[in-house]
């Protein structure tokens, strides 16, 4: 593998890290959007 290989790979696994971290914050902030609503429509 070259070393311009090699960078482009490192490259592309940083931004499928990155990728994973927002769609898991995405993830996380629907849940917690979904459980809020869940709660004011049980206590109403």
């Known amino acids: ?3 311009d290989e090699e960078f482009a ?3 592309m ?3 499928e890290g990155i ?3 927002i ?3 995405r ?3 629907s ?6 609503n869940l709660h004011l429509r049980c206590t109403i």
């Open 1 to 3: 593998m070259t070393e």
């Open 9 to 11: 790979l490192r490259r």
């Open 13 to 15: 696994i940083v931004l």
């Open 19 to 21: 990728f994973r971290i």
């Open 23 to 25: 769609l898991l914050k």
């Open 27 to 29: 993830l996380e902030s």
């Open 31 to 36: 849940v917690d959007s979904f459980n809020y």
